[in-house]
């Protein structure tokens, strides 16, 4: 009798043989327990694992079989046994360490997984070999565990055969199970669908009938019952897969992922570009795209066009756009409220009215022209900023206003009412080089910087500065002088003489009143009914005559 007590479980179980070349894989889980309160001596446990093909073998590679050791409360921390899988003869050991005692009460799990089960159902025998104490001596104890191993029988593994398929012709459906069954395939729609499978090289096998293809994915419900529904039914699903779905319509509210849409009858395709998307047609080549209404925020085309053929077109040139007409290259119209542009490159700018102003661009710059004609036309404004005017003429806006010609000779300044009325210039201040007028009229002060010339009459030298008068001087008020004043002809006062500072007189001196000759505050000489005073020495140098 063995001194530990040991217990086999399968998972499956119990396992599935696998038919119609699939593979299924079991694992084996030997349980090694000490049914007593004291410890057990122990040396080593071996189990020896039957394999081939026979229906008396657990797995015909052993080389797949992974071992070990798990809940382990038999050895103490630190005294875990040795575990040793000999995969070419099949047999595990596992080894105590010296001096290592099977606790009371203590298990262990001896695992062996990971292996594909036989081909043959059938009992598979474990053979045990236990080394323990017996006394003083050792003593090997035999144990033979049991496993079962069968065919299904219920149905499993349904699936696609190709669960990404292209179209629904492709759709074909595998599953692995018992011939007693009655089998039944629900569709995406309808009720379930009695059928007579077909068995495959790897199983059953079924696909829709002609009409019933899916056109989009679709889910299938394998129903599975005995002949005589004295068991309950088996229920299995899959899921195909069609690369170019159908849809009467998509309702999206985390979005769709495709690389592409198609339409079902007429092929057009949008594809999804890094950039965005991109219509195609039937042929493939680039598409057309129609809609009420369009909200983009770039658009990038060769050019667009309204919808008939005769409709205006916009090209897009490196240079810009160009706006066209019909179904040739004939240049369009733009018509607009309002137009915002850096620059207008035109032969002419007219208004929508064809019998109203138009401007017109020579190359010398800019013409106005009027009444959709060749006649020029009028500027108005409230600022001009140019550089410079030509023009035969310029008047304020209404006709009541002055203006002004510009002749060969300069400038003409009129009045606006009557027939060309000289017209007054105002300005606070004008700087020219020569004034020819009829006459003048100075409302304050008069100032000469270069001189005054009046022809014939007077004229101003410099160096020194003198006033030459060449004529008559008349003066109604005083006339002073503080420096020398010198006169070469007659000099005639009607009122008094009266010059301070040395007078030098060459020739006569006719004094119609009194003639005075004053030194400062006294006086020296004067005149007065008809005689003459002398105030101090007199001195003549030369003859002296007197009448009386």
Known sequence: MASLHYEILTDPAPLQVPVAGEERQGSVCIVVSNPTMDEVIWYSIEVRVPCGQADGDLTANPKTISARVERNTATKQGEEPIVAWDDNTGVLTVTARPNTLFQEAGSMALVLDGFPVSGAAGLVLLHVLERAANGARVQKNPVTLSLLKQLPKVPRNFRAKQSLVATGQDVTLQWDGPDTLVYRIQGPDGPPE??????????????????????????????????????????????????????????????????????????????????????????????????????????????????????????????????????????????????????????????????????????????????????????????????GINTKWVQGRTAADGWIEFPASGM?????????????????????????????????????????????????????????????????????ADHTVTVTGDLTTLGMLRVQGESRLQGKVNAGAHLSVRNAGDWIMHTNDGKVAINGDLRVHGAFRSDS
């Open 194 to 387: 009695t059928v007579t499978p077909t068995p495959g090289a790897t199983g059953w096998q079924w696909s829709p009938a002609a009409g019933q293809e899916p056109k989009r994915d679709a889910t299938y419900t394998l129903i599975a019952t005995s002949p005589g529904g004295q068991q309950s039914g088996y229920f299995l699903t899959t899921t195909v897969h069609l690369r170019s779905p159908e849809f009467e319509g998509v309702t999206a509210t985390d979005g769709i992922h495709s690389p592409w849409v198609e339409g079902t009858t007429d092929r057009g395709r949008i594809a999804f570009t890094t950039q965005g998307a991109r219509i195609r047609d039937a042929a493939d080549d680039l598409g057309t795209l129609f809609a009420a209404t369009t909200d983009v925020e770039t658009v990038t085309a060769a050019w667009v066009r309204g919808r008939g053929s005769d409709a205006g077109w916009i090209g897009f040139p490196s240079d810009g756009i160009r706006v066209g007409r019909g179904s040739g290259s004939d240049l369009g119209t733009v018509t607009a409220d309002r137009i915002s542009v850096t620059g207008i490159n035109t032969q002419w700018v007219g208004d929508r009215d064809a019998g109203k102003g138009w401007v017109e661009f020579p190359q010398s710059g800019v013409n106005v022209r009027k009444d959709g004609k060749q006649d020029w036309g009028t500027v108005a404004a409230d600022l001009a900023d140019l550089n």
């Open 412 to 480: 003409n300044v009129f009045q606006g009412a009557g027939s060309r009325q000289w017209g007054t210039v105002a300005a606070d201040k004008a700087d020219l080089n020569d004034v020819v007028t009829h006459r003048a009229q100075v409302k304050e002060r008069l100032t000469l910087q270069g001189g005054l010339s009046v022809d014939n009459v007077l004229e101003t030298q410099d160096g020194p500065p003198r006033l030459i008068v060449h004529g008559r001087l008349d003066a109604e008020g005083e006339v002073k």
